[in-house]
């Protein structure tokens, strides 16, 4: 047996069967976009542990901030003594991610929990109760979370859910469009959007609309710009809060620190976790500061909220980010990958579609070149060709039809070139 298979089989005896193994790839070594693993194999990491690793795997700057941070203290618990870097990673995050004239936010340690989070607050600040998502959303996988989480197969059998969370079809271009305009299928969305008060739920109820800007297990769905003004428009017409969580598609992915800052419109409040802390557990909410501040003291909080080892590995991760400007390399990297991907589709009919913003790149399975047959067949043989093959893939949508790019955004072109042959080369293999 390789030492991988053993380290497998092992999993497979003592860690329970729900928690979700998409790649029997293993690790012994980390670094930029490489993995090297339990039988020293190296693998290009084209997933970045979902998106986390937009910096690379151990930047040094980062390792050693760690370092220098566990010498001093490892844990008070913010809400008992005071320490700089849960501070200084606030001020930070306020001047990257500016929410109209003052800033505030609350840090905390994972993706779900800035959602709980963000959603409290909302609530507090309109005194509603009412949550409204979308279809093809994933928000997380604590109750509210999952709630709003669209995909029936992360919740079998866990309700009863949270109440008062109505759902939208989020209005995903490639798949609903039909034979109709953009213009005109946005339009038909945003005349739904407005219905809703009179067939879904009240306004008046409504504490908050949360959305993914650009959706990421959804399958890298970007929401029209007119759609995200319609949208921004109808919650300021009904005192709604227009929560955008960025946890997937922040930090550098799109070529920006969010992805709301490519359309111009800003949510009241936000969230974020991921590539932020490259690894650690870190995450935030950020919100217009009065919105931010309607939350009583005490309601909102935790033992482990910005762990100060954490908010040190999301500093240092920042200013690396700026220091190399991985927002630029984002897009130049993004623009690589799409351009080798369309080419692939004009001779590969089973592609249906590549899209997405600066380095979040997806690609599209359908039958018979239509986007209302999924091939989600085809995408996992790809994805298993590939991992065989020395290249770890997600894939992602509602209906395990699409591939997804995260690789970290530091990937020498050598290696994104590898890694890069391999897709095209599985994906060439699979549809001969
Ligand atoms: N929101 C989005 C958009 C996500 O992609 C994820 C994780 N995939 C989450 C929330 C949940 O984050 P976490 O797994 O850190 O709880």
Known sequence: LSKSQELLNRRKESVA?????????????????????ADGRELIDFAGGIGVVNAGHCPEPVVAAIREQAGKYLHTSFNVVTYEPYIELCEELAEILPHGEKTKVMLVSTGAEAVENAIKIARQATKRPAVICYTGAYHGRTMMAMTLTSKISYKYDCGPFAPEV???????????????????????????????????VDVKNVAAIILEPIQGEGGFNAIPQKYLEGLRAFCDEHGIMLIMDEVQSGFCRTGHWASWQHYGIQPDISTYAKSMGSGLPIAAVVGRAEVMDAAASGSIGGTYIGSPVCCAAALATIKYMKKINLNQKAKVLGTDIKRRLKNLKKVCPEIGDVRGIGAMIAIEFVKNNDPSQPDA?????????????????????????IIRI?????????????????????IKKATK
Not at 171 to 186: D, I, L, Q
Not at 377 to 401: F, M, P, Q, R
Not at 406 to 426: A, C, R
Request: proline share 3%; net charge neutral.
């Open 406 to 426: 995260l690789s970290p955004l530091v990937i020498t072109q050598q290696h994104l070139d590898k890694g890069m042959t391999i897709l095209e080369n599985e």
């Open 166 to 200: 109505y759902r939208l079809p989020f209005p995903n271009v490639y798949r609903y469009k039909g034979s109709r305009g953009e213009a005109t299928f946005v339009k038909e969305e945003l005349k739904r959007l407005h219905e809703s008060a009179l067939n879904l």
């Open 377 to 401: 067949d085809l995408c996992s043989k790809i994805v298993e060709g590939c991992s065989e093959n020395g290249l770890i893939l997600l894939s992602a949508g509602t209906h395990k039809n």
């Open 17 to 37: 069967n729900g928690v979700g193994i998409f790649n029997n790839a293993t690790v012994k070594d980390a670094k930029g976009a490489i993995i090297i693993d």
